[in-house]
Antibody, heavy 122, light 107 residues
Framework: QVQLQESGPGLVKPSETLSLTCTVS????????WSWIRQPPGKGLEWIGY???????DYNPSLKSRVSISADTSKNQFSLKLSSVTAADTAVYYC????????????????WGQGTLVTVSS | DIQMTQSPSSLSASVGERVTITCRAS??????LNWYQQKPGKAPKLLIY???SLQSGVPSRFSGSGSGTDSTLTISSLQPEDFATYYC?????????FGGGTKVEIK
């Protein structure tokens, strides 16, 4: 079955760019849509964006000016870049697969990676 | 953006008790509603998709219902392993939004 694993630096300095990678195993990233979601410590879930299998993206307007999601099909990975980070970007970052029913558009996130904590601090 | 409001924000219930969590959307989302369970230090896990479809491998004591603006997650007989936080999520339109979560504690 499909499994996802996030990786990247656990500490990023303010004003720098956060970069994370999600490695997908058990399936091709070209066959599905993918997502990044984050969760600040002790708080709820915030959707960051989607990467569609045609390379198109859809971002949360609250982050759109700072976020980029892209794929490396040769490595079966997709990545997240978030620029100009502040302490408010400290969170556990999750990657997940978006499953959709073509005829209805119904969609959900499954599975999720285990998550990786990124702390923004000098 | 579609706002998702969950209630209650927390509850305490006994093993074997029936538990109901409600999620209300700020506009109609048909059945574009999913439920996730999150245990401490773990990633969210899909329980229910499309409002009422049980994800494979999830115990049948979990069920979902609703359409439009109101949806419900029911645990028919609460088990000790159900201690967790539950989130609803609308997938009707982007930005995708989640409810604030309901923390279920075992009494």
């Amino acid at each position: 079955q499909v499994q996802l694993q996030e990786s990247g630096p656990g500490l990023v300095k303010p004003s720098e760019t956060l970069s994370l990678t999600c490695t997908v195993s058990g399936g091709s990233i070209s066959s599905y849509y993918w997502s990044w979601i984050r969760q600040p410590p002790g708080k709820g879930l915030e959707w960051i964006g989607y990467l569609y299998n045609n390379g198109n993206t859809d971002y949360n307007p609250s982050l759109k000016s700072r976020v980029s999601i892209s794929a490396d099909t040769s490595k079966n990975q997709f990545s997240l870049k978030l620029s100009s980070v502040t302490a408010a970007d400290t969170a556990v970052y999750y990657c997940a697969r978006r499953i959709a029913v073509p005829s209805t558009g119904l969609n959900w996130l499954n599975p999720w990676g285990q998550g990786t904590l990124v702390t923004v601090s000098s | 953006d579609i706002q998702m409001t969950q209630s209650p924000s927390s509850l305490s219930a006994s093993v074997g008790e029936r538990v109901t969590i409600t999620c209300r959307a700020s506009q109609s989302i048909s059945t574009y509603l999913n439920w996730y369970q999150q245990k401490p230090g773990k990633a969210p896990k899909l329980l229910i998709y499309s409002a009422s479809s049980l994800q494979s491998g999830v115990p049948s004591r979990f069920s979902g219902s609703g359409s439009g603006t109101d949806s419900t997650l029911t645990i028919s007989s609460l088990q000790p392993e159900d201690f967790a936080t539950y989130y609803c999520q609308q997938s009707y339109s982007t930005p995708v939004t989640f409810g604030g979560g309901t923390k279920v504690e075992i009494k």
